[in-house]
């Protein structure tokens, strides 16, 4: 199985121009004046060379989920390299500060094993070189509140929590043809300002859920834009059933003759949710989910996880000497002896062996 890091953009045929959806006669997009607020403060403007390209959410301290073509195409294009993307949370250039939590720039990017452009396996994470979620914050499995916002946010953490029925879909990120004087329909916009430039004010949308594909896609009738790939997906349940519950990853339009007219994002289920459960980090103070033991030997879709959360702890610190692993679900030499580097670092017990101790310091922030 290739390395996911190293994949070659060449390899695919982007279809951009279906990203750009305003549907029906009227834009119901509104900006976000506080971005300061749940779960807006985990969006992130993607930006390469000052020019806005997509958005993604911050699901760890220094992971952000996004569409996969945004990190090989979309925003890095073939010859850049990852340190050239700029992440901002929570930006809003219309208020002042503009970047309330700063900005931080990627150092690696890791793709959905299998990835092809705007299909179920269009998702992938940046690897970031500061850990700009401690401030910011970010989507967790586990339902997190804060004072004053009883609702919260979390990531849906079984398919029987995915809605198969009519309810109100939202989405949020930054679309690159606002802020404009007046949305399509004449609506005016609360946030334009002359010389403000597009792509640097939140946007988010509140519409109907329209169907979910049998192939992993979640279909939707709020309104988005070219910019707005790699957006948060989600809908409102009850605060002690995970409140604001990210559902999808958005990646683009649906095309006739599918019916009805729709945006499209990657529903997290399946091999989507492992991914992303591998790239995500329960806050500092909680008690990570169980894991099983691994070592020298064992292979399957843990082994994968702990080569996936290996591989951040690596590209994040240089100093270890270890080179990134290849994500087979194998352990095998490099993986033992990346486990053994990372126990080490973290003075644990420097066995190999992938237990309790060195699967909860995997998942904490580091």
Same mark, same amino acid.
């Given at each position: 199985?290739?390395?996911?890091?190293?994949?070659?953009?060449?390899?695919?045929?982007?279809?951009?121009?279906?990203?750009?959806?305003?549907?029906?006669?009227?834009?119901?997009?509104?900006?976000?004046?506080?971005?300061?607020?749940?779960?807006?403060?985990?969006?992130?403007?993607?930006?390469?060379?000052?020019?806005?390209?997509?958005?993604?959410?911050?699901?760890?301290?220094?992971?952000?989920?996004?569409?996969?073509?945004?990190?090989?195409?979309?925003?890095?294009?073939?010859?850049?390299?990852?340190?050239?993307?700029?992440?901002?949370?929570?930006?809003?250039?219309?208020? &002042?500060?503009?970047?309330?939590?700063? #900005?931080?720039?990627?150092?690696? !990017? @890791?793709?959905?094993? /299998?990835?092809? $452009?705007?299909?179920?396996?269009?998702?992938?994470?940046?690897?970031?070189?500061?850990?700009?979620?401690?401030?910011?914050?970010?989507?967790?499995?586990?339902?997190?509140?804060?004072?004053?916002?009883?609702?919260?946010? &979390?990531?849906?953490?079984?398919?029987? #929590?995915?809605?198969?029925?009519? !309810? @109100?879909?939202?989405? /949020?990120?930054? $679309?690159?043809?606002?802020?404009?004087?007046?949305?399509?329909?004449?609506?005016?916009?609360?946030?334009?300002?002359?010389?403000?430039?597009?792509?640097?004010?939140?946007?988010?949308?509140?519409?109907?859920?329209?169907?979910?594909?049998?192939?992993?896609?979640?279909?939707?009738?709020?309104?988005?834009?070219?910019?707005?790939?790699?957006?948060?997906?989600?809908?409102?349940?009850?605060?002690?059933?995970?409140?604001?519950?990210?559902?999808?990853?958005?990646?683009?339009?649906?095309?006739?003759?599918?019916?009805?007219?729709?945006?499209?994002?990657?529903?997290?289920?399946?091999?989507?949710?492992?991914?992303?459960?591998?790239?995500?980090?329960?806050?500092?103070?909680?008690?990570?989910?169980?894991?099983?033991?691994?070592?020298?030997?064992?292979?399957?879709?843990?082994?994968?996880?702990?080569?996936?959360?290996?591989?951040?702890?690596?590209?994040?610190?240089?100093?270890?000497?270890?080179?990134?692993?290849?994500?087979?679900?194998?352990?095998?030499?490099?993986?033992?002896?990346?486990?053994?580097?990372?126990?080490?670092?973290?003075?644990?017990?420097?066995?190999?062996?992938?237990?309790?101790?060195?699967?909860?310091?995997?998942?904490?922030?580091?």
């Amino acid at each position: 199985m290739r390395n996911q890091l190293d994949i070659q953009p060449e390899a695919f045929e982007f279809p951009t121009s279906r990203e750009t959806e305003v549907l029906g006669p009227v834009d119901t997009r509104r900006c976000v004046t506080n971005t300061a607020a749940l779960p807006f403060r985990f969006i992130c403007n993607l930006e390469v060379g000052g020019s806005s390209c997509c958005t993604g959410t911050l699901i760890g301290p220094r992971t952000v989920l996004t569409a996969g073509h945004c990190l090989v195409n979309q925003c890095l294009q073939p010859g850049l390299a990852p340190s050239a993307m700029r992440v901002i949370p929570a930006r809003n250039d219309a208020a &002042s500060p503009g970047e309330p939590f700063g #900005s931080t720039q990627v150092t690696a !990017v @890791q793709l959905a094993q /299998s990835f092809r $452009p705007t299909t179920a396996t269009d998702y992938g994470v940046a690897i970031l070189r500061d850990p700009i979620g401690n401030s910011a914050g970010w989507w967790t499995f586990e339902p997190f509140s804060v004072p004053g916002d009883p609702l919260g946010t &979390s990531i849906v953490a079984n398919d029987e #929590s995915i809605p198969n029925a009519s !309810v @109100q879909i939202d989405i /949020s990120g930054y $679309p690159c043809d606002l802020p404009a004087p007046t949305h399509k329909g004449g609506r005016s916009d609360a946030c334009f300002k002359p010389g403000l430039r597009k792509g640097t004010v939140q946007y988010h949308d509140r519409n109907g859920l329209a169907n979910i594909t049998t192939d992993g896609i979640l279909e939707y009738f709020n309104d988005t834009f070219n910019c707005m790939s790699g957006s948060p997906v989600w809908f409102e349940t009850q605060p002690g059933r995970g409140g604001r519950m990210m559902i999808a990853v958005h990646i683009d339009r649906n095309r006739p003759p599918d019916p009805p007219e729709a945006n499209r994002g990657v529903l997290i289920t399946g091999t989507v949710r492992s991914f992303i459960q591998a790239h995500s980090f329960s806050p500092p103070g909680t008690i990570p989910p169980g894991r099983p033991l691994v070592r020298f030997g064992s292979r399957g879709v843990v082994v994968e996880e702990l080569q996936y959360r290996l591989n951040v702890w690596i590209v994040v610190t240089p100093s270890s000497g270890q080179a990134r692993l290849n994500v087979d679900g194998i352990f095998g030499p490099k993986t033992l002896a990346a486990a053994r580097a990372f126990q080490r670092a973290m003075t644990l017990t420097v066995d190999g062996v992938v237990g309790p101790q060195t699967w909860r310091r995997l998942q904490l922030p580091f």
